[in-house]
């Protein structure tokens, strides 16, 4: 499984930012999927999560009420639509997925993007 991110740049504190995940390959065997962002200097954090079927969703409480995370399945293709941002949202924001593999079976691997950076500006 291959993701590639998008939509991420620069935007004024209050602003709204948009982001993708479009997954490929074995696509079928995508499980849950993840939004990570990491700041200069800092860890890599959960911001926000979904199971397969989109039922189900868990947010970092930095940005619960802000951000909502979404999947459209048919379209092999994930959001985050990032609302009333701050500059503490700044960091690189990172896709991931977590699929099953016939060479790992039953332990599921995970996949990255490569991540698209996000600019908050006071």
């Known amino acids: 499984v291959q993701l590639v991110e998008s939509g991420g740049g620069l935007v004024q504190a209050g602003g709204s930012l948009r982001l993708s995940c479009a997954a490929s390959?074995?696509?079928?065997?995508?499980?849950?999927m993840g939004w990570y962002r990491q700041a200069p200097g800092k860890q890599r954090e959960l911001v926000a999560a979904i199971t397969s079927g989109g039922g189900s969703t868990t947010y970092a409480d930095s940005v619960k009420g802000r951000f909502t995370i979404s999947r459209d399945n048919a379209k092999n293709t994930m959001y985050l639509q990032m609302n009333s941002l701050k500059p503490e949202d700044s960091g690189v924001y990172y896709c991931n997925a977590e699929y099953m593999s016939t060479m790992t079976f039953p332990t599921p691997e995970s996949s990255w993007g490569q991540g698209t950076q996000v600019t908050v500006s006071s």
């Open positions: 390959g074995s696509t079928f065997s995508i499980n849950a």
